[in-house]
């Protein structure tokens, strides 16, 4: 009974134009343009953040990332750092979301 719809004008040139890209892509055995993936090291500033630690009485990871401006990752690669090192240890929290306190 029903059929296809008959596209639009505009709808059928991209539906051409998506075909003949498709069959004009890269050929078997060539390899197509890849980013590199650069790798960022963002510098925590240890003297801010060790004050901001020593001042505290209890602290979580979003709160040294806010108080030094860095992303919470690198925030917590630092806590974790020291946790190692046992300048601070762990006293609650779960499931990412610890608190922290200075030794």
Request: hydrophobic letters at 30%; zero cysteines; a positive charge.
């Amino acid at each position: 009974m029903g059929g296809a719809k008959k596209k639009s004008p505009a709808q059928a040139e991209k539906l051409q134009t998506a075909e003949a890209a498709k069959k004009e892509g890269p050929k078997k055995g060539e390899k197509k343009d890849q980013k590199s993936k650069t790798n960022i090291s963002v510098i925590i500033d240890e003297t801010q953040a060790m004050n901001f630690i020593k001042n505290s009485k209890v602290f979580t990871v979003q709160e040294v990332s806010r108080q030094t401006g860095v992303k919470v990752s690198t925030a917590n690669a630092f806590l974790l750092n020291l946790l190692n090192k046992g300048s601070v240890k762990r006293i609650s929290g779960y499931s990412g979301h610890h608190i922290y306190q200075s030794v």
